[in-house]
């Protein structure tokens, strides 16, 4: 671990393939647990008996691991997602500034909807919120067995997006992106070979300087908040690899002033 934080991992073109992929998903299995409510229970025929079948609980139980599994794919790429951006993202009587943030918030909301409606019937029967699992989107199994006619009733209603639609909109901005964050990465090694071939590097401008100063300072205040990197970088919106390239500035600036001493 370096001593400034945990190393940020640079970018790859894998990492917009995984973001895309996750926000895809993210609209497939939100539209299939609305489906799922609205056809619960499923009735079929045995034998001359009607039998009701119940998906409910175990769907939801199956969304919220996929929720496990895919959280923070988008958070990485998700400076270049904004850069390129053309519009916002409207549906469902809310907007949003990118088309996968969209798809997160989307399922997000499904998974809101659940949890509040197992909280307040915990809230009635207890006095206190439903059993949460730190770190997770896992909601209680027996809870969702015993509330999924107001859990139905409630996702049933909820608006689902054009997929088809979505899942375009999803490959183009994906797309942009990736291309936006290749002619970064070209210039970067034009600008390091430049760089070489004069035998250092370029003097800052004030005003570059000033902003690095700036940007240190408030990630020295963040993580003695405890806040990582990349919640950092999330947050401010800002590439991880300019983190950690004003990093490494200030390390190197402050060990050749130290040598001046």
């Known amino acids: 671990m370096h001593k400034n934080g945990p190393t940020v991992r640079p970018l790859t073109a894998e990492d917009f393939d995984r973001a895309s992929d996750a926000a895809i998903g993210a ?5 299939s647990l609305i489906h799922c409510a609205m056809t619960e229970p499923e009735s079929s025929n045995h034998a001359g ?4 079948v119940f998906r409910l609980a175990a769907t939801i139980e199956s969304f919220c691991a996929w929720l496990d599994n895919h959280r923070g794919l988008m958070d990485h790429v998700q400076p270049y997602l904004l850069s390129v951006a053309d519009k916002p993202v409207s549906h469902d009587g809310l907007t949003y500034p990118t088309v996968h943030r969209f798809a997160w918030a989307f399922v997000h909301r499904l998974w809101l909807t659940v949890k509040n409606i197992v909280d307040a019937k ?8 439903a059993d949460s699992y730190s770190g997770s989107f896992r909601l209680d199994r027996a809870a969702l067995d015993k509330h999924w006619e107001p859990i139905r009733d409630a996702l049933k209603v909820r608006q689902a997006p054009d997929s088809q639609n979505f899942q375009a909109m999803i490959q183009i901005e994906s797309a942009k992106a990736l291309a936006q964050w290749r002619d970064d990465s070209q210039l970067l090694v034009q600008k390091r070979q430049k760089r070489n071939g004069k035998g250092g590097r370029p003097k800052l ?3 570059d300087e000033k902003d690095r100063v700036k940007l240190i300072a408030a ?4 993580k003695e908040a405890s806040t990582s990197q990349r919640q950092f970088c999330s947050d401010k919106e800002i590439d991880p690899q300019r983190l950690t390239c004003c ?4 390390a190197t600036r402050k060990r050749r002033d130290n040598d001046k001493d």
């Open 27 to 31: 609209i497939f299995e939100g539209m």
């Open 247 to 250: 990093i490494n500035w200030a």
């Open 219 to 222: 990630w020295q205040k963040a």
């Open 122 to 129: 915990s809230v009635v029967a207890t006095g206190r919120f």
């Open 49 to 52: 008996e009607t039998i009701q």
């Open 205 to 207: 401008s004030a005003r």
